[in-house]
């Protein structure tokens, strides 16, 4: 779509709002993980199917290149109270910054000053503030005995979006199957759909499957709340790639195999490394990149994804990939076909027949 990249409208957040009934919002998964629905958006040709998640391996080619993001959720959402004045105090960790300093998101930030110092369940964990910063943001070092994720486990609640409205009866389902690296204030949700039987389904094709890590924190589910989403400020997040997987993704790339990423944090990542190096390559840093209409993808050739929040970074993103109004064509079609949008919704396949 020309005008897509060219008009100044493109940069206005309006133009990535959609009408959505609160019923098609997901309060808990799908029963059997690869029983979701999936929607598959070729955008070249501008097609839309439907079909079920497990239909994914029709779509996959032997040669194709699976990247998931492979960070795994903490129970980050804790609620404390100020020792000075028993005040009440939601903290959310977001980012480990080294020597159990972290940054948090706060909840009540105003009442916490430097050198506040808030304290969770029994006591057997405690949060002092040593900087504050913008948005509800401190630097808060950790004060505990023992090992933090184990007390995490026993204090801390996983820190679900706020339009699900319950708590998981179950954790594990707000993991993905592959989730190993602790680290994240969210899920990497499109990969929520994936069972391991599939994965083994997957590779027998003869497909490859490698890991990435992105920690999920502010840069991707922070809102935007500006009118020109080029004045929204990403937040950074931590990532790494091992050279094992470089290896593979730069071998893809040389040989013309698609590489195709699971869901906006591994196409985060992915760009993010291929926009640095040039090509793919072993490190460790932080991303803060933002994509929006008029990015040129240089390291992915389709994604899975969810369904993603009116004006959200990660509906720009898919925009940016597939076309703005073919995505919100398809957007108002999952409405019509009363898809389950968001974190525990149903998944999108989209490629193109021009990618390799």
């Known amino acids: 779509m020309k005008g897509d990249f060219n008009s100044m409208d493109i940069m206005d957040i309006e133009n990535y709002n959609y009408e959505l009934p609160e019923e098609l919002i997901a309060q808990s998964p799908s029963i059997i993980r690869d029983h979701s629905r999936l929607m598959v958006l070729n955008k070249d040709k501008k097609t839309i199917e439907h079909r079920s998640f497990y239909d994914i391996i029709d779509y996959l080619r032997p040669g194709d290149v699976l990247v998931r993001n492979n960070s795994k959720v903490i129970p980050a959402r804790l609620f404390g109270i100020k020792e000075e004045t028993n005040a009440h105090v939601e903290v959310l960790l977001l980012k480990d910054l080294g020597d159990d300093v972290w940054e948090c998101l706060c909840g009540n930030a105003k009442v916490i000053k ?119 400020h990403m937040h950074s997040e931590v990532y790494e790639m091992t050279s094992e997987v470089a290896d593979v993704l730069n071998k893809a790339k040389k040989e013309g195999r698609r590489i195709i990423a699971i869901g906006t944090t591994s196409t985060r990542t992915l760009e993010s490394v291929y926009q640095k190096y040039n090509c793919f390559k072993e490190c460790r840093g932080e991303t803060s990149i933002f994509i929006y209409p008029g990015y040129t993808f240089k390291a992915i050739d389709a994604q899975i994804t969810n369904f993603h929040l009116p004006k959200s970074t990660l509906i720009m993103l898919v925009s940016a990939f597939a076309g703005r109004e073919f995505i919100l064509d398809a957007y108002n079609e999952a409405v019509k076909e009363k898809y389950r949008f968001f974190s525990f919704g149903d998944a999108m396949f989209i490629y193109g027949d021009n990618s390799r």
Do not use: W
């Open 114 to 232: 430097i050198g506040t110092i808030i304290s969770f369940g029994d006591g057997s964990l405690k949060a002092k503030c040593v900087e504050i910063k913008d948005e509800g943001l401190r630097k808060m070092k950790l004060l505990y005995k023992g090992i933090l994720y184990e007390i995490l486990d026993v204090l801390g609640k996983m820190p679900l979006p706020p339009y699900i409205k319950k708590q998981c009866e179950d954790n594990s389902r707000y993991q993905t199957v592959y989730a190993k690296v602790e680290g994240s204030a969210a899920a990497p949700t499109a990969g929520f759909h994936f069972t391991l039987d599939l994965f083994e389904k997957i590779k027998a094709k003869g497909i490859e499957v490698v890991d990435v890590t992105l920690h999920v924190g502010l840069g991707t589910f922070r809102p935007v709340k500006v009118d020109n989403i080029k004045d929204h």
